[in-house]
C-alpha cells in the first residue's frame, strides 16, 4: 500500500518514559503497588503505545489485575506478573483464551483486513442473528474488533492490522483455504452488488483458496473497473493477476481470455504511460522536425487500438457471462 497517494504513512515513536507512565496510571489507576507493574510494563514494551493497553488486557484477563478500567488492583505479587516479549506474542494469547463461540466470528473475519457488513458475516458464519450478534458484542468488548459503520449495514473490522496479522497467522494453512473459498462463494451467490463492485475481494478470496481459475474473471473484471475510473496501476495489477491464473482454466477459453487480458493490459500501459508524460513533459523537438519517429508513431498508433480495444471489453457486463 505504500505507493497509493490517497494516504499518508506516520511513525509513532515509543513514549517517553514519563508520558508512557502517564498513560499507565490512566489505564491502571493509582492503587497500591501500581507504579511497580507500570514500571515492569514500561521495561518490556519499551513505550510501545499498543504494546502497554494490549499488555494491560491481557493482565485482566489471566486475573493479574482485577477491577475497573483506572481504577485496577494488583492481584499477585509483582514478581509473578508475566508480560509476553513482543505484542504479537500477546495478542495471539489474548485470541487463544477466547472461547470457541467467541472465536467463530473473529476466525472469518481473518482473511480480511477490510471492513465487512454484518449480513456478509452472519451468512459466511451459517450461525442465527442473535448468537452472531453475542459473538460480535463480546469481540467489541475485548477489543479485538469495532464497528466501522452504520449505513447502509453495520460494517466490523479490526481494531488494529497488527491483531488481524496475528489472528490470521495462528490459522493453520489449510483452514485458512477453506476460510477464503467460504468467502469468495458466498460473495460470488448472495452478495452479487459486492461482487460487482469490488470483484478484486472477490479474486483475492479465490486466490488465497487455492481456486485461481476461479479468480480470473474477478481479477479481470477488477482490472476493467479500475481502467474505467483511470487506476492504471491498480489494473496493471488485477490484470496480470487474471494473466498468471490462466494456466488454470480450460484450453479454449484460455485463448480467448488471454486475448481480451493483453488487449486490456495493453491499454492500461499506455494510459499510464500518458499520464506520466501530462505530468512531466517530453523536451520540445527542434522546429520544423516531427516529435515522434516513425517508430513512435506506430507503437503510439498500435497502443490507441489496443486501448480502443480494452474499452470495448469493459462493456462486458460480469464473469458470469465470459
Same mark, same amino acid.
Given at each position: 500500500?505504500?505507493?497509493?497517494?490517497?494516504?499518508?504513512?506516520?511513525?509513532?515513536?515509543?513514549?517517553?518514559?514519563?508520558?508512557?507512565?502517564?498513560?499507565?496510571?490512566?489505564?491502571?489507576?493509582?492503587?497500591?503497588?501500581?507504579?511497580?507493574?507500570?514500571?515492569? +510494563?514500561?521495561? *518490556? @514494551?519499551?513505550?510501545?503505545?499498543?504494546?502497554?493497553?494490549?499488555?494491560?488486557?491481557?493482565?485482566?484477563?489471566?486475573?493479574?489485575?482485577?477491577?475497573?478500567?483506572?481504577?485496577?488492583?494488583?492481584?499477585?505479587?509483582?514478581?509473578?506478573?508475566?508480560?509476553?516479549?513482543?505484542?504479537?506474542?500477546?495478542?495471539?494469547?489474548?485470541?487463544?483464551?477466547?472461547?470457541?463461540? $467467541?472465536?467463530?466470528?473473529?476466525?472469518?473475519?481473518?482473511?480480511?483486513?477490510?471492513?465487512?457488513?454484518?449480513?456478509?458475516?452472519?451468512?459466511?458464519?451459517?450461525?442465527?442473528?442473535?448468537?452472531?450478534?453475542?459473538?460480535?458484542?463480546?469481540?467489541?468488548?475485548?477489543?479485538?474488533?469495532?464497528?466501522?459503520?452504520?449505513?447502509?449495514?453495520?460494517?466490523?473490522?479490526?481494531?488494529?492490522?497488527?491483531?488481524?496479522?496475528?489472528?490470521?497467522?495462528?490459522?493453520?494453512?489449510? @483452514?485458512?483455504?477453506?476460510?477464503?473459498?467460504?468467502?469468495?462463494?458466498?460473495?460470488?451467490?448472495?452478495?452479487?452488488?459486492?461482487?460487482?463492485?469490488?470483484?478484486?475481494?472477490?479474486?483475492?478470496?479465490?486466490?488465497?483458496?487455492? +481456486?485461481?481459475?476461479?479468480?480470473?474473471?474477478?481479477?479481470?473484471?477488477?482490472?476493467? *473497473?479500475?481502467?474505467?475510473?483511470?487506476?492504471?496501476?491498480?489494473?496493471?495489477?488485477? +490484470?496480470?493477476?487474471?494473466?498468471?491464473?490462466?494456466?488454470?482454466?480450460?484450453?479454449?477459453?484460455?485463448?480467448?481470455?488471454?486475448?481480451?487480458?493483453?488487449?486490456?493490459?495493453?491499454?492500461?500501459?499506455?494510459?499510464?504511460?500518458?499520464? $506520466?508524460?501530462?505530468?512531466?513533459?517530453?523536451? @520540445?523537438?527542434?522546429?520544423?522536425?516531427?516529435? +515522434?519517429?516513425?517508430?513512435?508513431?506506430?507503437?503510439?498508433?498500435?497502443?490507441?487500438?489496443?486501448?480502443?480495444?480494452?474499452?470495448?471489453?469493459?462493456?462486458?457486463?460480469?464473469?458470469?457471462?465470459?
Amino acid at each position: 500500500m505504500g505507493s497509493k497517494t490517497y494516504y499518508q504513512q506516520i511513525r509513532l515513536d515509543t513514549l517517553p518514559a514519563g508520558t508512557a507512565g502517564e498513560l499507565l496510571e490512566g489505564l491502571l489507576g493509582g492503587g497500591a503497588r501500581m507504579p511497580e507493574v507500570g514500571r515492569l +510494563l514500561v521495561g *518490556r @514494551t519499551q513505550g510501545n503505545p499498543f504494546f502497554l493497553e494490549e499488555s494491560v488486557r491481557a493482565l485482566v484477563e489471566t486475573g493479574a489485575l482485577a477491577g475497573d478500567r483506572g481504577a485496577y488492583r494488583l492481584e499477585r505479587p509483582v514478581d509473578a506478573v508475566q508480560v509476553p516479549a513482543t505484542v504479537q506474542a500477546v495478542l495471539a494469547a489474548r485470541i487463544d483464551r477466547l472461547p470457541p463461540e $467467541r472465536q467463530g466470528p473473529a476466525s472469518d473475519r481473518r482473511g480480511d483486513r477490510q471492513g465487512r457488513p454484518a449480513p456478509l458475516l452472519e451468512a459466511i458464519q451459517a450461525l442465527p442473528g442473535e448468537e452472531l450478534e453475542r459473538g460480535l458484542e463480546r469481540l467489541q468488548a475485548a477489543e479485538f474488533l469495532y464497528q466501522a459503520a452504520l449505513f447502509p449495514e453495520r460494517e466490523y473490522t479490526f481494531k488494529h492490522a497488527l491483531t488481524h496479522d496475528v489472528a490470521y497467522q495462528s490459522l493453520l494453512r489449510s @483452514t485458512r483455504e477453506q476460510s477464503h473459498r467460504r468467502i469468495a462463494r458466498t460473495l460470488a451467490e448472495r452478495f452479487p452488488d459486492i461482487a460487482d463492485t469490488r470483484p478484486e475481494l472477490v479474486a483475492h478470496h479465490y486466490s488465497e483458496g487455492g +481456486l485461481v481459475g476461479e479468480a480470473v474473471p474477478y481479477w479481470h473484471l477488477a482490472g476493467m *473497473r479500475a481502467l474505467e475510473r483511470f487506476a492504471n496501476e491498480d489494473a496493471i495489477r488485477y +490484470l496480470t493477476q487474471a494473466l498468471r491464473g490462466l494456466g488454470d482454466i480450460d484450453a479454449g477459453a484460455r485463448r480467448r481470455r488471454e486475448l481480451d487480458l493483453q488487449i486490456a493490459l495493453a491499454g492500461a500501459f499506455h494510459s499510464a504511460r500518458a499520464r $506520466r508524460r501530462r505530468r512531466w513533459p517530453a523536451p @520540445t523537438s527542434a522546429p520544423g522536425s516531427s516529435a +515522434l519517429g516513425p517508430r513512435t508513431r506506430a507503437s503510439t498508433s498500435a497502443s490507441s487500438w489496443a486501448c480502443t480495444g480494452a474499452t470495448a471489453v469493459a462493456a462486458r457486463p460480469s464473469p458470469r457471462s465470459w
